[in-house]
């Protein structure tokens, strides 16, 4: 599953490739942007991205 978000970069880590991106609700959330996001050094504070938000599953296993 995936959804579309618009959200805008309050803080940028050129050096680790980090953004943290605020959400049209104002949550935060600190991603790291992996070499297919072409163009890094381009972006800037204070872009407004539209991001793809693809879910993640987790496979939990009981102990013991």
Known sequence: ???RATATIVDIN???R???LRDEQGQEVTMTAGPEVRNFDQIKKGDVL???IVGIG???NPVG
């Open 58 to 60: 987790l496979l939990r």
């Open 50 to 52: 539209e991001t793809e």
């Open 1 to 3: 599953d995936s959804a």
């Open 18 to 20: 980090s953004l943290r």
């Open 14 to 16: 050129k050096k680790d």
